[in-house]
């Protein structure tokens, strides 16, 4: 399997608080991405990275930020987080951005905001 | 806009039945194609992916899909359903000239003894 580790794996946590998710690789894969999961929605990409302290915007992603600061970690941080928040978020690699490779991914960190 | 679309939220199949589950994605260029599989409480792990060497992708417990350029389809077939097949699959395109996968919205198998 791959090396992917998410952080905290469950979260339960107010309205209006700050939230940080971690994901940690030990696969020296240059591109990381955070998707959500949500119920006829499938994966939606969120944020993603294609090196060191270079991240860009997915589709969903209002309200969440990230960043990258070494190749192994790339935190995804609700700045405010809404009940709209609540998902399961995967964090997954690749290494060489998608094409004709696959990605890899974590186990999934699922959140719920009251 | 890019997007991939699978037909049907939930597949019921009864054991040692075929397995077909449909993908259709919009581009006028040939994307590369993969399928997901996701167990409950698991994260997705690769089934099989198209990288244009051949039309029919044969992939891991037995699964195969076809890519039809003039459907712009990418079903994914199992002749023969096992128990262990139930789980939820997803269809994923990745576009000529990006790096961002798009998943389909998933279909969940549910195989009957």
């Known amino acids: 399997d791959a090396g992917i580790t998410q952080s905290p794996r469950h979260k339960v946590t107010e309205t209006g608080t700050p939230v940080t998710l971690r994901c940690h690789q030990t696969?020296?894969?240059?591109?990381m991405y955070w998707y959500r999961q949500d119920p006829g929605h499938g994966l939606r990409l969120i944020h993603y990275s294609y090196g060191v302290k270079d991240t860009d915007k997915g589709e969903v992603s209002d309200g969440y930020s990230v960043s990258r600061s070494k190749t192994e970690d790339f935190l995804l941080t609700l700045e405010s987080a809404t009940s709209s928040q609540t998902s399961v978020y995967f964090c997954a690699i690749s290494e060489s951005g998608g094409k004709f490779t696959e990605a890899f991914f974590g186990q999934g960190t699922r959140l719920t905001v009251v | 806009a890019q997007s991939v679309t699978q037909l049907g939220s939930h597949v019921s199949v009864s054991e040692g039945a075929l397995v077909l589950l449909r993908c259709n994605y919009s581009?006028?260029?040939?994307?590369?194609l993969f399928w997901y599989v996701q167990y409950p409480n698991q994260g997705l792990q690769l089934l099989l992916k198209?990288?244009?060497?051949?039309?029919l992708v044969k992939g891991i417990n037995g699964f195969e899909a076809e890519f039809k350029k003039s459907e712009t389809s990418f079903h994914l077939t199992k002749p023969s359903a096992h128990m262990s097949d139930a789980a939820e699959y997803f269809c994923?395109?990745?576009?000529?000239?990006?790096?961002?996968?798009?998943f389909g919205a998933g279909t969940r198998l549910f195989v009957k003894a």
């Open positions: 198209y990288t244009s060497a051949a039309t």
């Open positions: 696969e020296n894969h240059r591109y």
């Open positions: 581009s006028s260029v040939p994307p590369y």
């Open positions: 994923a395109v990745t576009y000529t000239g990006g790096f961002k996968t798009i």
